[in-house]
């Protein structure tokens, strides 16, 4: 019996920002594999387990569209001089922003209708007990993707951009890609994921993504990030 899914992930808008771009939000051209787990991990997430993004199949044709929208340039404190945990000890200060003095107008490059066949596998963590196998998360994950459930709403990429998420199901017709046929696209360097070493700050990593047929390869490039 396998363990691993497919899932079809779509929506109007996607935005997997680029991190090199510090003020403009502006997309990578596919989704990443950090994305893919967020969003697996929006349906099924336990400590017991971690989501492995096997591949990502891209079926629309990558289309960007521009937005500019008005956005704040700070955020409220929690921890600083007039935060919010100062405010809830003492009674003391005010935690505000003045929306018309700190408003900016930023670009977002976004994408545009996306459509994606995912596929997953989990591993178990050093987390899990006696109860927690294979069978048993395989078991409510299966479970959760059928009925359409899921803990926090799917995103891709910005809150503001909702995923469709769908299984597929083993026998189940799979649709093809538009690049099928189309061989090798360099997608340049992609983020893969953040690195949560114990004691360390999250640490960026990153991989050369080419996409074959409309397919990126993402097993592959774990296996090249843990070598």
């Given at each position: 019996?396998?363990?691993?899914?497919?899932?079809?992930?779509?929506?109007?808008?996607?935005?997997?920002?680029?991190?090199?771009?510090?003020?403009?939000?502006?997309?990578?051209?596919?989704?990443?594999?950090?994305?893919?787990?967020?969003?697996?991990?929006?349906?099924?997430?336990?400590?017991?387990?971690?989501?492995?993004?096997?591949?990502?199949?891209?079926?629309?044709?990558?289309?960007?569209?521009?937005?500019?929208?008005?956005?704040?340039?700070?955020?409220?404190?929690?921890?600083?001089?007039?935060?919010?945990?100062?405010?809830?000890?003492?009674?003391?200060?005010?935690?505000?922003?003045?929306?018309?003095?700190?408003?900016?107008?930023?670009?977002?490059?976004?994408?545009?209708?996306?459509?994606?066949?995912?596929?997953?596998?989990?591993?178990?963590?050093?987390?899990?007990?006696?109860?927690?196998?294979?069978?048993?998360?395989?078991?409510?994950?299966?479970?959760?993707?059928?009925?359409?459930?899921?803990?926090?709403?799917?995103?891709?990429?910005?809150?503001?951009?909702?995923?469709?998420?769908?299984?597929?199901?083993?026998?189940?017709?799979r649709p093809a890609s538009c690049y099928e046929g189309a061989g090798e696209r360099d997608l340049g360097f992609m983020l893969y994921d953040l690195d949560f070493e114990a004691g360390k700050a999250p640490q960026p990593r990153f991989f050369r993504a080419i996409m074959r047929d409309g397919v990126v390869d993402t097993a592959a490039a774990r296996r090249g990030l843990l070598s």
């Open positions: 019996m396998g363990y691993g899914f497919t899932v079809r992930i779509r929506g109007a808008r996607a935005c997997f920002t680029r991190p090199e771009m510090h003020v403009e939000r502006v997309s990578y051209d596919v989704m990443t594999p950090s994305a893919a787990r967020g969003v697996m991990e929006a349906v099924y997430w336990k400590p017991a387990i971690v989501w492995r993004v096997d591949r990502i199949a891209v079926l629309n044709p990558i289309e960007f569209a521009s937005i500019r929208r008005n956005e704040l340039n700070s955020k409220l404190s929690y921890d600083g001089a007039e935060g919010a945990r100062r405010l809830w000890r003492t009674g003391e200060g005010e935690i505000s922003v003045n929306a018309a003095e700190d408003r900016a107008q930023r670009n977002t490059l976004y994408l545009v209708d996306v459509d994606y066949l995912v596929e997953y596998h989990f591993d178990l963590t050093s987390r899990a007990g006696d109860e927690d196998t294979v069978e048993k998360h395989y078991s409510i994950a299966l479970r959760r993707l059928r009925k359409g459930q899921f803990f926090n709403h799917p995103y891709l990429g910005c809150r503001e951009f909702p995923a469709e998420v769908t299984l597929v199901e083993e026998g189940e017709a």
